[in-house]
């Protein structure tokens, strides 16, 4: 199967349930297992959730009434140590936009994961071009920032404390320093429209991203759009991901998905499998404490992972467990 114009992408967007599930998924999850049978266990550290900007969507956003925190320079290489000591070769570097983080901090940890032979990927916000050179200077592999939803007007709405412009300018930058992009969208969200999430969809195709960490639509407590609506449907989430691997078979995808009780978060057993059978391939090993992991809070109960449930997702998926 061939999916190249946005009016493939609508037509699947568009199938009955009952056929994607006998004919689409059941593809992408085939053409993923024929490249690599594994789910990539990817260690994960939310390293301050303090953040200047002020997202509609984001559990986050500055005023938010959440416990705010930060590791020190030391902390982070504890966690590293702590990944590293578990067998873990990838790593992804996260936070909100804290203006009290130091760069050469940040460049700092990127060195010492590198020096264990780790893939690092970064995501911080939005940078000016001259930090990607030092980045990828320092040995960065991917970085992540994701254009959230590729319609401007409805992006400037969302994020008033950046642009759509503005958003796509650090998208290139990234590019143009041969750092690998990882970037994508909420699914879904309230107002969203199917030629929207088509133009999502082939947006990603657009920037040959690396890694899609896409997600289906959680409202967070106390958010401006939590008031428009939601959750996302997970259906629309399933066959994003499924046209994902079919567009690009190569690609990461989250399988850190939510499925029908939203209580149990990010680390749902159901949410998890549904993701992998429907062609997604990435879990997350979170490095934070559980108290801590808490107010690392863009969704609400995203809940962290540990290593035995990654294992029991591939076990289930009938897959083996990658740390590199």
């Known amino acids: 199967m061939n999916i190249e114009t946005k009016k493939d992408v609508l037509a699947l967007l568009d199938m009955p349930r009952e056929e994607y599930l006998r004919d689409i998924a059941p593809l992408a999850k085939k053409i993923y297992k024929n ?87 970064l995501g911080i916000g939005e940078l000016e071009r001259s930090q990607f050179n030092e980045l990828k200077a320092a040995g960065l592999d991917e970085y992540a920032m994701k254009f959230e939803m590729s319609d401007r007007d409805t992006f400037n709405r969302l994020n008033p404390s950046t642009n759509f412009d503005r958003r796509m300018e650090r998208i290139s930058f990234i590019l143009e320093e041969g750092i690998s992009l990882a970037s994508g969208n909420i699914v879904d969200y309230p107002g969203q429209t199917r030629d929207s999430l088509a133009n999502d969809i082939m947006l990603m195709k657009e920037l040959s991203i690396s890694w899609a960490p896409v997600i ?69 090993v979170d490095l934070l404490p559980d108290a801590m992991a808490k107010n690392f809070s863009v969704v609400d109960n995203r809940s962290s992972l540990r290593l035995s449930h990654i294992k029991e997702i591939a076990g289930l998926a009938g897959m083996k467990v990658s740390y590199i």
């Open 35 to 121: 490249y690599r049978n594994e789910i990539i266990a990817n260690a994960m550290l939310g390293y301050s959730n303090v953040c200047r900007s002020r997202c509609l969507y984001c559990g986050m956003r500055a005023g938010s009434k959440i416990e705010r925190y930060r590791l020190n320079l030391e902390e982070i290489k504890n966690s590293v140590d702590l990944a590293d000591s578990q067998g873990m070769k990838r790593i992804f570097f996260i936070s909100g936009e804290d203006p009290g983080c130091s760069f050469d901090d940040i460049l700092e940890y990127l060195s010492y994961a590198k020096k264990l032979g780790m893939r690092v990927c």
């Open 216 to 284: 289906s639509y959680l409202p967070a407590k106390d958010t401006p759009l939590a008031k428009e609506g939601g959750p996302g449907n997970l259906e629309l989430l399933h066959k994003e991901i499924s046209i994902l691997r079919i567009m690009m078979p190569t690609v990461n995808i989250t399988a850190q998905q939510p499925g029908r009780d939203l209580k149990k978060g990010l680390s749902d057993t159901e949410g998890n499998l549904d993701a992998v059978n429907s062609g997604a391939n990435m879990l997350f």
